[in-house]
């Protein structure tokens, strides 16, 4: 997740165009901006590039689930159908807005279960929140199929996937809305900054006003524009945007590179019939931030983990041990400890997190290693790295 690996001159003037007006607001000062709207910019580009109708750029990826989350209704007395693998921000969200996290099970996409779903599904289930993670893609058809036959909200937290796809369709265009995220280590960065997207008018006006202290953004003046919602402060600022407009102009050449140092590292790993490879179900649409693979049991996951980092190949994984990944360390939430009682506002409904149990998916993330595909390896360095990963892999 390479965004911060290509910041250069195309960044820098981008920036110095707000520089130049001083404008750094998104909205208004029409005249002193001189045609500079990066956020808006952005915006239009974003969407046309996902094959969607609209999108609205905002302060981070958790800014951009909680506006989804709001945009749809989703709050107090909700159940929200969660993986267990993700960051973190994903459950925060769910917890801020009022609702119930509700964990189902991963399978080997390392995404939600859609054989998961059914059985987590109460009267009280409100939204389905499947996460595309590490670069590839949930089987995100046929959760999309569960989705319409239960009547559930599907909202695609895409955070760490955009530019992957699945049959040719952008990852975050299934759902209702499609939350991604520009954080300063994801695939495009604004330093800051996340985005919602919608095919949707009315959740996209929703999600506007939201982000905007319910401004409608009709009127000419701001002063005089219309409130038609409660909303907050998530708004990204103008300097944020315009580094997000010269890496989103980046993208392709990003996916490419990472997809051919993924492919290589992949070759390398063939011949070790211990390992198997996460399940892709679109080979075509990986964003291949990630090379995710498995090993035949915990005892020996860990022995290769150890082995990488022992052998300075930097990037590695096990999420398995993980604090911000995987439920198993979430301890600070699961117990319900301080920080976690000032996000929960269902208390008489909150389940006890400590006793959830997912073994499917413990299964599956105690033998799961994931490596970072950077772009600014040389081919040496990829050599000698495939050199170090073989060495481990073969005591
Ligand atoms: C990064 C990330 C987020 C949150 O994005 P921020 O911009 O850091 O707030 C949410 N979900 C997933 C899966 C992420 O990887």
């Not at 009022?98 to 059985?119: K, Y």
């Not at 954080?183 to 960065?189: A, C, G, H, L, S």
């Not at 096990?318 to 979430?330: L, P, Q, V």
């Amino acid at each position: 997740m390479p965004g911060f690996e290509v910041f250069g001159d195309e960044e820098r003037k981008e920036v110095q165009d707000v520089l130049n007006t001083g404008v750094l607001f998104r909205y208004g000062f029409d005249q002193a901006r001189q045609g500079h709207w990066k956020a808006r910019q952005f915006e239009e580009t974003f969407a046309r590039r996902l094959g969607t109708s609209y999108c609205h750029l905002c302060s981070s990826g958790t800014a951009a689930l909680s506006i989804a989350l709001a945009a749809c209704g989703v709050g107090a007395g909700d159940e929200v159908i969660v993986p267990p693998f993700t960051f973190v921000a994903t459950i925060e969200a769910v917890l801020h807005a009022g609702a119930v996290p509700v964990f189902a099970e991963i399978d080997d996409t390392l995404c939600l279960d859609p054989n998961g779903i059914e059985p987590a599904v109460t009267p009280r289930t409100r939204a389905v929140v499947p996460v595309h993670m590490c670069g590839s893609m949930a089987k995100i058809e046929e959760i999309k199929r569960i989705c319409d036959r239960k009547g559930l909200i599907l909202i695609e937290d895409a955070c760490q996937s955009v530019g992957a796809s699945f049959k040719g369709k952008a990852l975050g265009t299934f759902g209702r809305m499609g939350c991604f995220s520009f954080d300063p280590v994801k695939t495009i960065t604004c330093g800051e900054g996340g985005a919602v997207v919608t095919s949707d008018k009315v959740l996209y006006a929703a999600a506007d006003a939201y982000a905007d202290h319910g401004h409608d953004h009709m009127g000419k003046d701001r002063g005089l524009e219309g409130h038609s919602i409660i909303g907050t402060n998530l708004r990204i600022s103008e300097l944020n945007a315009a580094v997000g407009v010269a890496q989103l102009g980046k993208l392709d050449a990003i996916l490419e590179k990472q997809r051919l140092n993924k492919k290589v590292i992949k070759e390398a790993l063939l011949s070790f019939s211990e390992v198997s490879f996460r399940n892709i179900p679109d080979q075509a649409g990986d964003s291949a931030t990630f090379l995710s693979f498995f090993l035949p049991d915990e005892a020996r996951a860990k022995e290769v983990a150890k082995g990488l980092g022992e052998a300075g190949v930097d990037g590695c994984f096990y999420w398995y041990d993980n604090n911000w990944h995987y439920i198993r360390r979430w301890d600070h939430f699961k117990s319900l400890s301080a920080a976690a009682r000032l996000a929960i506002k269902d208390f008489d409904n909150c389940p006890n997190f400590m006793k959830v149990r997912l073994p499917q998916s413990d299964a599956l993330m105690s033998r799961t290693l994931s490596m970072q595909i950077k772009l600014s390896w040389t081919e040496e360095e990829l050599k000698q790295r495939i050199e170090k990963i073989r060495g481990v892999l073969a005591r």
